[in-house]
C-alpha cells in the first residue's frame, strides 16, 4: 500500500516528514514556495491528473506520497519489541464507516498507539476516505490487518498483553476505575453491533463510558479517543 495523503493540511503535517514527492496544481503557488524552501520534490499537474480521483474525496489539489512506516513488519516484530515498557496496541472490531476508521487512526496517533490491528472482512478497509480522514497518520500508526482478531489477540496475550474491552454491557466497568496495564490492548467495536461476543467473552477486563445525558453511547472514533486518553493519562 502506498503511502498517500491528501489536502494541504495533511501535506503541512508532514512538511518535515519523509515526503517523497508532492502533486499539486500548477496555481499552488503558496505550497510551490514552501516546498522550495524546505526542498522537497514536486511535480506540477493540470486538473485532469485529478479527475480520476473521487469526486468526494477534497484533495485540495495536494497529493503527498512518503516513504512507507516499516517500524513493525508483522504483529511477531511488535511483540518482540522491548524498547518500550509501554504500550498500547488498538483492535477494530468491524468498524463499517471510513471516516470513522480514519479518525481512530488519527487520535492513535495522537496518544502513542504503537499499532492498530483490523480484520480482513466484514470490516471496511484501507481507501482513499481512510486515508483522507486520519490526516496523514495512517503514515506513523503501523497497521495490521488479519483473518482472525482471535488468535491475534492470542498472540498479544501470550506476549503479556491485557485486553481491555469497551461494550455497553451491565458488568462493564467505569473506564476511570480501572488500572491499566503497562502493554494493554483495547478493543473497541463495529458502530452498529459492538465488540463481537466471542471477543467480549475472553476479556480480562470490560470496560464502558458513564453516559449522563440521554444519549445511550457515544460515536465510535469518539469513545476511543476517551478510552486512549485514559489511559495514556495512567501511563505520565
Known amino acids: 500500500m502506498k503511502n498517500i495523503a491528501y489536502g494541504k493540511k495533511a501535506l503541512l503535517d508532514h512538511i518535515d516528514d519523509d515526503i517523497i514527492n508532492v502533486d499539486l496544481l500548477s496555481t499552488q503557488m503558496d505550497i510551490i514556495k514552501i516546498l522550495k ?78 499499532a492498530i490491528i483490523y480484520k480482513k472482512d466484514n470490516q471496511v478497509q484501507i481507501n482513499d476516505f481512510v486515508i483522507k480522514s486520519s490526516m496523514g497518520a495512517i503514515n506513523r500508526v503501523p497497521l495490521f490487518k488479519v483473518s482472525n482478531l482471535t488468535q491475534a489477540l492470542t498472540t498479544l496475550k501470550k506476549a503479556g498483553y491485557w ?59 469518539v469513545a476511543t479517543g476517551i478510552l486512549l486518553g485514559e489511559i495514556t493519562r495512567q501511563y505520565q
Do not use: C, W
Open 37 to 114: 524552501e524546505k526542498k522537497i520534490n514536486y511535480r506540477l499537474r493540470g486538473m485532469d491528473f485529478f479527475s480520476n480521483l473521487s469526486p468526494y474525496l477534497n484533495h485540495q489539489g495536494v497529493i503527498v506520497t512518503l516513504k512507507q512506516n516499516n517500524k513493525y513488519q508483522s504483529l511477531e516484530d511488535l511483540v518482540k519489541d522491548k524498547s518500550k515498557k509501554e504500550s498500547i496496541v488498538l483492535v477494530v472490531d468491524g468498524l463499517q464507516d471510513p471516516q470513522n476508521f480514519g479518525a481512530i487512526i488519527r487520535t492513535s496517533d495522537a496518544f502513542g498507539v504503537d
Open 163 to 221: 485486553t481491555y474491552i469497551s461494550t455497553l454491557s451491565d458488568d462493564a466497568q467505569e473506564y476511570t476505575k480501572i488500572k491499566y496495564d503497562q502493554k494493554t490492548v483495547l478493543v473497541v467495536g463495529s458502530e452498529n453491533r459492538g465488540v463481537s461476543k466471542i471477543l467480549i467473552d475472553n476479556a480480562d477486563f470490560k470496560v464502558k463510558i458513564k453516559m449522563v445525558g440521554k444519549v445511550q453511547s457515544l460515536n465510535v472514533s
